[in-house]
């Protein structure tokens, strides 16, 4: 799996876009970038996830560079329920379908 | 169906006692994970299954842990005489194919080893 690195912590007023960063410069070819969030006391909740080409879904979008090694998530308008920590994930078939988590990005969305 | 669930929420033990939580999968789901997590810590990767099939198992799966998925529904992790180390918030997720990393998580069950 590809190991990427996020900032421990960021903050976002209410209202405002919230841009969560990833470096996966590891990443290859056949690895996608998923992003989960974790509320806490609660499990991790399935965000969004690329390969090449941005993505957009209800909840998220997410952008990755060109050489593919790094990505940003934003989220358009953040509430404070959208207070998690947001982990960042490189993963394939081919590393048996297991999920390895780093440490995340705490964000704390701010009245 | 509501989701993942898992019982019991909360636990407490003694050291060196027996626990088995219980992990009910989204019913249409095939794969199932088991994944611990300490405080501070992203998830670890235990186990998973496809079906009843077990088909991997981290390192960190000591043999005082046992997973089954008896009939490729719900499954239990037992962990056996255990140990303060072992407190932690323990997750299961399910996925509906191979490859298909829109894991759903349930709630997880803590455990408190005192």
């Known amino acids: 799996d590809a190991k990427t690195t996020q900032p421990t912590s960021m903050d976002c007023a209410e209202g405002r876009a919230a841009n969560l960063p990833c470096n996966h410069s590891?990443?290859?070819?056949?690895?996608?970038v998923y992003w989960y969030r974790q509320i806490h006391s609660q499990g991790p909740q399935y965000i969004i996830h690329?390969?090449?080409n941005n993505e957009t879904n209800e909840m998220a979008s997410l952008i990755i560079t060109e050489d593919r090694k790094s990505s940003t998530l934003i989220l358009p308008h953040a509430t404070l329920r959208d207070t998690a920590v947001y982990y960042c994930?490189?993963?394939?078939?081919?590393?048996?379908?297991?999920?390895?988590f780093g440490e995340g990005t705490q964000l704390t969305v701010n009245p | 169906d509501t989701g993942v669930s898992q019982n019991p929420r909360h636990k407490i033990t003694k050291r060196g006692q027996n626990v088995t939580f219980r992990c009910d999968p989204i019913?249409?789901?095939?794969?199932l994970y088991w994944y611990r997590q300490t405080l501070g810590q992203g998830p670890e990767f235990l186990t998973y299954?496809?079906?009843?099939?077990?088909?991997?198992k981290s390192r960190l799966l000591s043999d005082r842990f046992s997973a089954e998925r008896p009939k490729g529904s719900f499954s239990t992790l037992e962990i056996q005489r255990t140990e303060q180390g072992d407190s932690a918030m323990y997750l299961c997720?399910?996925?509906?194919?191979?490859?298909?990393?829109?894991?759903?998580f349930g709630s997880g069950t803590r455990l408190t080893v005192v």
């Open positions: 997720a399910s996925s509906v194919r191979t490859g298909d990393y829109g894991y759903t």
């Open positions: 994930i490189g993963g394939s078939e081919t590393s048996g379908s297991r999920l390895t």
């Open positions: 690329g390969l090449k």
């Open positions: 590891t990443i290859s070819g056949n690895e996608y």
């Open positions: 299954f496809q079906n009843e099939a077990q088909l991997e």
């Open positions: 019913s249409e789901h095939n794969r």
